[in-house]
């Protein structure tokens, strides 16, 4: 990760080294300034009474002056945010002078044509996992099946959990041992890199390939999760590989894409990237451009919204065109079942008061269940996380014991279900043998079928769309409905969280599908809808109660359903969901955030926030550099500290007075340092040198892990006591807000600009031009309870 490193003894952390600036330099107000802000990352760890740092489901810490620590995948790393200013220095303004049309329009079309590739390569990988699952699981259960026919009922409870019990071994072993970040849905990570947290790896080559395979495994295996969720990360890792020129660890490397090194461009190309994925996992192109707005993304705009709209467009031709391809029955078992497309526009439906009344009790059953789902989830991963940091072997322990468990379920459960004699004149075989569909035989006698097993011995798109069925009112018995309610409740909750590449959209789908039928059923005398369109509510009701997404859903349903003529009543439905369970507690992926220790800032200030000033919660020692700084005082600073921004401030004789030029980055300066373009005078050039020396490109952002290390550098005694000019690679024109501001304004201008950095500017004149430096760390509610522990939340 750019940024990385280990972090340095607890005799140089931030909050308890505080060395003598003034003798760095000579700089005669530095030294007086340590009430400010340090030019930092995001760091500074708070502690409590010596009892160590509280953070969100940590016991242990590790110390760090970087950044926040938290939890990706199920290990602890630092976090550092991103930086989606423009850096206004005299190479950039040089640059853009510079630039010819023609270097413009390639720039222009270089982006465009990302798109393109992400489209086309997200919709090849969800066409493989949807192809690789089909084919696995089909083969399991066809095994399973032919003992079964057999009457080999052991040996086939010994097939089938064996095979669940490897695959979803396997499954943890790479997800633990290859790329840990990969664990879970990916979409709070996504979310929050969208919002500004760069956390360790998770959009990194390995973890791509890890969230790939790991996800094709992990549903192939029987666990009651979804492979829609890792899609959207896969999305994402798809378009930052790309977006950052390849991986030079993996020799994958494209200088063309050298216009990309920036925060900027990579959070556009990212956001594109998760609407695709949603798009390839749903075959719903509106509402992945739909999630990504309403969902994963921070900051928006009209261009950002084309790029999305074409990029998920591309990955519907792409999936249709490949679809295509496997009718001729040329992809194996891979048919009917996967790339899920529920057509239960068969006619038009008609409702009568009852049905509304009906489906607004629907809404407040999906927001209670999703309100609980929720909270226990949150309590169900806390125990989890104490038993993932234990080590890798821990974590493959877990999700072996799921399996089982899940295994056991599967394949139990529908042995007390009775047979149900097969439908006369249906149009589906019945029982069905050998093949996905809505009969089941399992251990029914000849010309009956188990409704349970049809549930439970069919991949989870399969079963979605049997309960989605229409004109099939009778086909599962109300108990059968029941228990498997309940076993998907329960298993959904104990899934999520092990340490494999998991979704929550299935198996809150296929919760709440089951409880919408059982109400369907219920209210089949007195109602003119059909049971499978109340499945099609219930999913639309417990998505709304457990993830508080209300467009995106409802649109990427329509479009998995083709059922246009339902949408007055699933936004009646998710509205209702909502608003309910939001009584209760955060959506689910905003839970996982807060629990991951992710520093998510929100769309609004914090009420508390209007009783504070920005120079309150700014926090020292500052540490800033001159104009014309000496060599060895930068490179004492870097080796110290792990800070990613310091003012620079011009001193006489430069100046007339100490004044605020504006803020150098940690990585600008270690490439200064590393072309050691120094002189022996401390004296204000004209910055040409630099300029010849240096181009734009030089100081562009590196990918993951291959930014320069103040480590990698040596320097003579001679050269540590030469200067350097910082003018040329300064950033003049800094955010900056004065110390009196409202801290809510400041948040709310910190968040919308999607800043690392806001300068605090001191009102009075005659004081040290800058007061501290405001960052993602010192907007967070923890540290700023921390300096004012009577300050009430709710004020």
């Known amino acids: 990760m750019d940024g990385d490193h280990a972090p340095p003894p607890l005799s140089e952390r931030d909050g308890s080294f505080n060395y003598d600036i003034e003798s760095m330099d000579g700089g005669g107000w530095r030294g007086a300034a340590a009430a400010g802000r340090f030019g930092s990352s995001e760091a500074l760890l708070r502690y409590d009474d010596g009892e160590g740092p509280r953070e969100p489901l940590l016991r242990k810490r590790t110390m760090n002056t970087t950044s926040q620590i938290a939890i990706v995948g199920a290990n602890v790393f630092p976090i550092e945010s991103l930086d989606y200013e423009i850096v206004e220095n005299d190479l950039f303004k ?125 549903v192939s295996g029987g666990f009651v999760l979804g492979k829609e969720g890792p899609m959207v990360h896969t999305g994402a890792c798809i378009a930052n590989l790309l977006g950052q020129g390849g991986s030079r660890k993996y020799h994958l490397t494209c ?15 990212i956001t594109c990237g998760a609407a695709a994925g949603v798009a390839a996992a749903f075959r719903a192109p509106v509402g992945g451009v739909l999630f990504a707005l309403e969902e994963a993304a921070s900051w928006w705009r009209s261009a950002l919204l084309w790029r999305t709209f074409f990029t998920t467009a591309v990955v519907a031709v792409v999936l249709k065109a490949l679809i295509e391809i496997c009718r001729s029955g040329k992809c ?126 069919n991949t989870n798109d399969d079963a979605i769309r049997n309960l989605f069925s229409r004109g099939t009112e009778n086909e599962f018995h109300m108990t059968s409905l029941f228990v498997f309610f309940t076993a998907i409740y329960c298993l959904g909750l104990v899934t999520y969280g092990i340490a494999v590449p998991s979704g929550l959209f299935i198996p809150v789908i296929l919760a709440g599908a089951t409880y919408g039928r059982i109400v369907g059923t219920l209210l089949g005398p007195i109602s003119d809808l059909d049971p ?148 022996k005078e401390k004296v204000k050039t004209s910055g040409s040198f630099v300029l010849q020396r240096f181009g734009a490109f030089d100081f562009a952002k590196a990918g993951s892990g291959k930014g320069i290390k103040i480590e990698d550098l040596d320097f003579t005694d001679e050269e540590m006591e030469m200067y350097v000019d910082l003018h040329p690679v300064t950033n003049t024109s800094p955010y900056t807000v004065v110390e009196t501001m409202s801290l809510a304004k400041a948040a709310v201008l910190f968040r919308a600009l999607g800043l690392r950095h806001l300068l605090v500017v001191p009102k009075t004149p005659g004081r040290p031009p800058i007061v501290g430096i405001l960052t993602r760390h010192d907007l967070m509610p923890e540290h700023i309870h921390g300096l004012f522990p009577n300050l009430r939340k709710s004020h």
């Open 94 to 218: 040089q640059d853009w002078r510079s630039r010819k049309k023609k270097q413009i329009f390639q720039y222009i079309v270089l982006k465009w044509a990302l798109v393109l590739l992400i489209g086309v390569l997200t919709g090849l990988v969800g066409f493989f996992n949807n192809l690789a699952v089909e084919n696995i699981a089909g083969f399991k259960l066809l095994l399973t099946g032919d003992l079964m026919l057999q009457e080999r009922y052991f040996t086939a409870f010994l097939a089938y959990g064996g095979c669940n019990l490897v695959l979803g071994a396997t499954a943890a072993a790479i997800c633990a041992y290859i790329a840990p970040a990969a664990a879970g849905s990916g979409i709070p990570e996504v979310k929050a890199y969208l919002n500004g947290v760069d956390a360790y790896s998770i959009l990194a080559p390995s973890t791509l390939f890890v969230k790939i395979f790991g996800s094709i495994l992990g």
């Open 255 to 269: 200088n063309w894409l050298k216009y990309f090194k920036n925060d900027r461009d990579r959070r556009d190309l």
């Open 332 to 457: 194996g078992l891979f048919g009917q079942g996967g790339l899920i497309m529920f057509d239960l526009s068969s006619n038009i439906p008609t409702y009568g008061t009852q049905d509304v009344i009906a489906i607004m009790v629907l809404g407040i059953i999906g927001g209670v269940f999703g309100g609980l789902f929720n909270f226990l989830l949150d309590r169900i991963l806390r125990v989890y996380s104490i038993i993932n940091e234990k080590g890798p072997p821990f974590k493959i322990l877990l999700t072996i014991t799921v399996s089982i468990i899940t295994s056991a379920c599967s394949y139990g459960l529908p042995w007390l279900a009775p047979c149900t004699p097969c439908p006369v004149g249906s149009m589906e075989e019945c029982p069905t043998i050998g093949r996905s569909g809505n009969f089941k035989n399992f251990q029914c006698p000849a010309g009956h079928y188990n409704g349970l097993a049809s549930l439970f011995f």
């Open 532 to 679: 499978g369109l109340f499945a099609l509510l219930g999913a639309a009701s417990f998505l709304g109660g457990t993830m508080r997404m209300t467009v995106s859903v409802c649109v990427i349903l329509l479009e998995l359903t083709n059922e246009l003529h339902m949408l007055p009543l699933v936004m009646l439905v998710l509205l209702i969901s909502k608003t309910i369970a939001d009584c209760f507690n955060k959506g689910v992926y905003d839970q996982i955030v807060v629990m991951k220790g992710l520093p998510f800032m929100e769309a609004h200030a914090e009420p508390y926030m209007r009783h504070l000033v920005a120079g309150d919660v700014v926090s020292g020692p500052l540490i800033s550099f001159s104009g014309v700084e000496k060599v060895g005082n930068i490179v004492q600073a870097l080796r110290i500290t792990g800070h990613n921004g310091f003012p620079v401030v011009d001193e006489p004789p430069i100046s007339e007075a100490p004044e605020l030029v504006g803020l150098v980055l940690r990585s600008h300066l270690l490439v200064l340092l590393k072309g050691k373009t120094f002189m």
